[in-house]
């Protein structure tokens, strides 16, 4: 069984900043790709950026220069650091991994529980 647990949401005012963290755990051979997706109320889920094994990142455009996506290969977590948040970026946050699972070849999505960021005044 794998599990990923979130961290870090809550309310923020306009400008504000927050950090979120997604912990990987259980039956685990390998972790490829990780990242956050994000779903505003009454909107499909967007990709917010993701970054492989190696570092190689992708991001929104509308988050780029403000978010900053990282990972710590060792722990099995992946983060986002939130900077000069807007009332837009207001929705439901949700981690996913890459995983592969003893008896798999191939590795299976997995995502978290999500995490809520609001962002107003």
């Known amino acids: 069984q794998v599990q990923l647990v979130e961290s870090g949401g809550g309310l923020v005012q306009p400008g504000g900043s927050l950090r979120l963290s997604c912990a990987a755990s259980?039956?685990?051979?390998?972790?490829?790709?990780m990242g956050w997706y994000c779903q505003a109320s009454g909107k499909q889920r967007e990709l917010v950026a993701r970054?492989?094994?190696?570092?190689?990142?992708s991001s929104a455009d509308s988050v780029k220069g403000r978010f900053t996506i990282s990972r710590d290969n060792t722990k099995n977590t992946v983060y986002l650091q939130m900077n000069s948040l807007r009332p837009e970026d207001t929705a439901v946050y949700f981690c996913?991994?890459?995983?592969?699972?003893?008896?798999?070849?191939?590795?299976?999505?997995?995502w978290g529980q999500g995490t809520q960021v609001t962002v107003s005044s």
């Open positions: 996913f991994a890459e995983i592969r699972t003893p008896g798999y070849f191939f590795p299976r999505d997995y």
């Open positions: 970054i492989t094994t190696g570092g190689r990142i």
């Open positions: 259980g039956r685990i051979d390998d972790i490829f790709d």
